[in-house]
């Protein structure tokens, strides 16, 4: 158990619908990133909130946005969906924001788009 | 730009045989690596990390992995394999973007462990 919760686990909708998912960090982490693993395009960046304020953006659509709250809990909100956003979504979380801490990766959200 | 390779896509192995996973990087700076291990229906979790402390790390479920500045690598290896050990690894970089730093990861490579 990494101490990082995701909820919720399986989420199932239809096209053109909006998802939120919400993300719990470690006890003490200031850093929350979201990453998206697909078959197709592997495990990629998504977004970086450290302490309240978004730190950096990968490859995150215009459709999707996410917002990190004073209890810094985290949650990415997904809009319009399509049937290729239909993935893994995982939240991670660090203590601060140095090339060499671990994040800690929750147990993902499987979004299925019907 | 930083990014990993990992050859091989699945690797296959016998029980108590070498673990050999590949990973080679690009980097223009020295990077910080990581492997993580994703077991089925599950989150990911760290085996082990480089930080320019040791060229040899020694990480968790007895894998280690040296990182070589001349052949660009940070192969993983573990003596015997477990069946335990069957899952999927990925190889990741540190990558900065912005004053951040977030995980570039490889492709990665599943492991099937043969008993």
């Known amino acids: 158990d990494s101490g990082v919760t995701q909820t919720p686990k399986h989420l199932i909708t239809a096209t053109g619908q909006r998802v939120t998912l919400r993300c719990s960090p470690r006890s003490g982490d200031l850093s929350v990133y979201w990453y998206q693993q697909s078959l197709d395009q592997g495990l990629q960046f998504l977004i970086q909130?450290?302490?309240?304020?978004?730190?950096a953006k990968g490859n995150i659509l215009e459709r999707f946005s996410a917002q990190q709250f004073p209890d810094l809990h985290s949650e990415l909100n997904l809009s319009s969906l399509e049937l290729g956003d239909s993935a893994l979504y995982f939240c991670?979380?660090?203590?601060?924001?140095?090339?060499?801490?671990?994040?800690?990766f929750g147990p993902g959200t499987r979004l299925t788009v019907l | 730009a930083q990014s990993v390779t990992q050859l091989g896509s699945h690797v296959s192995v016998s029980e108590g045989a070498l673990v050999l996973l590949r990973c080679n990087y690009s980097?223009?700076?020295?990077?910080?690596l990581f492997w993580y291990v994703q077991y089925p229906n599950q989150g990911l979790q760290l085996l082990l990390k480089y930080t320019s402390a040791a060229t040899l790390v020694k990480g968790i479920n007895g894998f280690e992995a040296e990182f070589k500045k001349s052949e660009t690598s940070f192969h993983l290896t573990k003596p015997s394999a477990h069946m335990s050990d069957a899952a999927e690894y990925f190889c990741a970089v540190s990558l900065s973007g912005a004053g951040s730093y977030q995980l570039t990861f490889g492709k990665g490579t599943k492991l099937s462990v043969i008993p």
């Open positions: 991670a979380s660090s203590v601060v924001d140095r090339p060499t801490d671990t994040q800690y």
């Open positions: 980097s223009s700076v020295p990077p910080y």
């Open positions: 909130y450290y302490n309240g304020e978004e730190r």
